[in-house]
């Protein structure tokens, strides 16, 4: 069984590679002061990890910042835990076709959503999540440093300290760091 999963691994990844090379995507650096938007992906394992994500999520409303995010759950279905919070939405399993990739309209609704910072909050690799990332036309995707270097704009080294509170911590400071020239 980990034979056949590994292979649908490779060729879901050897897809994504494809989708990145060729995107066609506005790619603009952005900070804090430019931003309208921004969407939030993250692996909900658990209700820590949720809980964080709605307060980052509230970090950037603060600022008068719309937010969307889009919630991994590894199961069969989506965990109760997980209640309603605005701009929040969820896949699981269930939301995977044969080779991982997710669909579905909530899928298609954050990936055509036009957003100018994307936000991966993964602290490990999940091919679900990384396929949102590929096919997301965010115009600056932020993640950690990863061996897939090009799946992201800002890569930031989280291994130091490999938290979602570092990772979160480090995402707002260089953001704030970004001035309206887009520049670092």
């Known amino acids: 069984m980990k034979f056949l999963k590994d292979i649908k691994e490779k060729i879901g990844y050897s897809s994504l590679n494809k989708i990145i090379e060729e995107s066609d995507r506005n790619k603009s650096i952005r900070g804090l002061n430019s931003t309208k938007s921004v969407g939030i992906v993250f692996s909900a394992a658990d ?3 949720y809980d964080k994500a709605k307060k980052l999520a509230a970090w950037f409303t603060e600022k008068k910042i719309k937010v969307s995010a889009l919630g991994y759950v590894e199961e069969k279905e989506v965990l109760s ?3 309603y919070y605005v701009g929040f939405d969820f896949y699981c399993k269930k939301n995977l076709n044969w080779l991982r990739k997710p669909t579905g309209h909530i899928i298609e609704n954050f990936i055509e959503n036009p957003i100018d910072i994307l936000i991966d909050l ?3 690799d999940e091919f679900p999540i990384l ?3 590929a096919h997301s036309q965010a115009s600056f995707k932020v993640g ?3 061996e897939r270097t090009n799946y992201y704009d800002l890569m930031i080294d989280i291994e130091q300290d490999n938290t979602i509170d570092f990772l ?3 995402v707002k400071n260089y953001l704030t760091m ?3 020239n887009n520049q670092i």
Request: net charge negative; proline share 0%.
């Open 47 to 49: 209700q820590e990890t």
């Open 81 to 83: 835990y997980y209640s």
């Open 122 to 124: 993964s602290l490990v």
């Open 131 to 133: 396929y949102v990332v």
């Open 144 to 146: 950690r440093l990863s």
């Open 168 to 170: 979160i911590d480090q």
């Open 178 to 180: 970004i001035n309206s």
